[in-house]
């Protein structure tokens, strides 16, 4: 059983930072795949910034390249989410996505635990 517990999330004006944790309860943590994916009021959830923990690649989806960093702290069990230079645009509820192995993409479909979300606004 994997437990994913989100935390960080705010209100933000334009261009300001956030930094989202989301802090893992796993039986094992030697491969998987984590991602950060979000969903805005009446739009479909969709991938932000991935993990694989084989070879401690990532991914970014081409809107948040640049301004969005994803690590992994392994001394706390977490994966953060540094967000930069944020846009009205980023606003959206931020779940954090788990899956066990390596044979995956980041996208929702592939992901096999949820957490329950933390929301993001970004306004003036």
């Known amino acids: 059983q994997v437990q994913l517990v989100e935390s960080g999330g705010g209100l933000v004006q334009p261009g300001g930072s956030l930094r989202l944790s989301c802090a893992i309860s796993?039986?094992?943590?030697?491969?998987?795949?984590i991602g950060w994916f979000r969903q805005a009021p009446g739009k479909e959830r969709e991938a932000v910034s991935c993990?694989?923990?084989?070879?401690?690649?990532?991914y970014y989806a081409d809107s948040v390249k640049g301004r969005f960093t994803i690590s992994r702290d392994n001394s706390k069990n977490t994966v953060n989410l540094q967000m930069s230079s944020l846009k009205p645009e980023d606003t959206a509820v931020y779940y954090c996505?788990?899956?066990?192995?390596?044979?995956?993409?980041?996208?929702?479909?592939?992901?096999?635990?949820w957490g329950k979300g933390t929301p993001v606004t970004v306004s003036s």
């Open positions: 996505g788990f899956r066990y192995g390596n044979s995956w993409t980041c996208s929702v479909v592939d992901m096999e635990y």
């Open positions: 796993a039986f094992s943590l030697d491969y998987f795949g």
């Open positions: 993990y694989r923990s084989s070879d401690d690649s990532t």
